[in-house]
C-alpha cells in the first residue's frame, strides 16, 4: 500500500533529521504534531542535496547531484518515489503548495557549489544565500500558514530573513571546514587568512540585522510554529554570541559548538519566556 511506503518515508526524513542535526531536531520537537512532520520532510530533502556537494568527495558529485535532480523532478511529477526522502519531500510539496521555483533555486545553490569556491561580489553572495537558506525558510512558512495566502506574504520577509541568518551563523561556524576542507569561502571582500575583529565584526552585525528581521516575524507566527522556530533561533542566535565572543584567529583553527547541556538549558529558558507571552 502507498500509505505504508509514505509512513516508512516520512519516518526516513526524520531519522535523518535526528541524526544530522541535533539542534534542528530538537527545534523541531517543539513544533505542534500536525506540522513536524513535514519539516523533517523539507530538512530531508535538503539534506540529502548538501551532502552530495559537501561529502561525498570520492564519487563524482555532478554525476549524484544530476541523478538526485532527475528523481527529484519524477517525485515531484508523479507524486511518487523510490528513494523514501524524495517520497516524503514531494508529499509535503504537494500537500502545502510550495512553489516550484522555491525547490528550482534550492537547487541552484546547491548546483553551484560544485564549482563555484569564492564569491567574489555581493550578488553572487545573495544570490547563493536565498537558493541555500532563504527558500527553506519560504519552504517552511509554507507548511506553518497552512495555505494562507495572505500571512505567507506578511511574513515572507522575516523567513527569508531568518533563513539568511541561521545560514550566516553556519558560515561563520564553519569557516574553517569550508576553506580547509572544501576550499571555498562564501563571505565577499574577506580574505579568511587574514580574518580579523574589524571583518568579523561586519559579518555579525549583518547577521544581527537579520535575526531582527527575522524576530519581528517569529511573533506573528501561528501557535503551532511559533515555540518552535523561536527555539531555533534562540540557538543560533546564543552561537552567533558565542562565534562573536571568539578570537578571529581561533576562528579559523576550530569549529564553535553550543554543548548538548545548554541546548537544554536553552530551551527551559525559551519555553518560560513562551508561557509568559514574552515573545
Known amino acids: 500500500m502507498k500509505a505504508l511506503f509514505d509512513t516508512v518515508s516520512q519516518r526516513c526524513s526524520k531519522v535523518v533529521t535526528n541524526r544530522y542535526s541535533t539542534s534542528f531536531s530538537l527545534a523541531t520537537k517543539m513544533l505542534a504534531p500536525s506540522i513536524r512532520q513535514d519539516i523533517y520532510n523539507i530538512y530531508g530533502f535538503v539534506r540529502f542535496a548538501d551532502e552530495i556537494v559537501d561529502s561525498f568527495h570520492e564519487y563524482d558529485k555532478t554525476a549524484l547531484l544530476n541523478r538526485f535532480q532527475e528523481d527529484l523532478d519524477l517525485a515531484l511529477e508523479q507524486q511518487i518515489s523510490l528513494n523514501p526522502i524524495l517520497n516524503a519531500f514531494q508529499g509535503t510539496y504537494h500537500r502545502h503548495g510550495i512553489p516550484r521555483h522555491l525547490v528550482d533555486a534550492f537547487m541552484k545553490s546547491m548546483r553551484m557549489d560544485l564549482h563555484k569556491k569564492v564569491y ?5 553572495y545573495k544570490e547563493y544565500i536565498y537558493g541555500s537558506a532563504d527558500v527553506v525558510g519560504l519552504m517552511c512558512l ?12 506578511e511574513l515572507k520577509d522575516s523567513a527569508m530573513a531568518l533563513g539568511s541568518a541561521f545560514q550566516k551563523v553556519n558560515f561563520l561556524r564553519d569557516l574553517k571546514a569550508d576553506f580547509d576542507g572544501l576550499d571555498r569561502t562564501y563571505f565577499p571582500n574577506t580574505n579568511l587568512l587574514e580574518l580579523d575583529e574589524d571583518a568579523k565584526g561586519r559579518i555579525v552585525a549583518e547577521i544581527q540585522e537579520d535575526f531582527a528581521r527575522g524576530y519581528a516575524g517569529i ?8 515555540f518552535g522556530v523561536y527555539m531555533a533561533y534562540r540557538y543560533y542566535h546564543k552561537l552567533l554570541h558565542k562565534l562573536q565572543q571568539t578570537p578571529s584567529l581561533e576562528l579559523r583553527n576550530a569549529r564553535i559548538r553550543v554543548p548538548n547541556y545548554q541546548k537544554v538549558g536553552l530551551l527551559a529558558r525559551s519555553y518560560v519566556k513562551y508561557r509568559l507571552n514574552l515573545v
Open 120 to 124: 567574489r561580489s555581493e550578488e553572487e
Open 142 to 153: 509554507c507548511v506553518f500558514v497552512k495555505g494562507d495566502a495572505a500571512r505567507y506574504e
Open 219 to 226: 511573533v506573528k507566527l501561528p501557535a503551532e510554529s511559533k
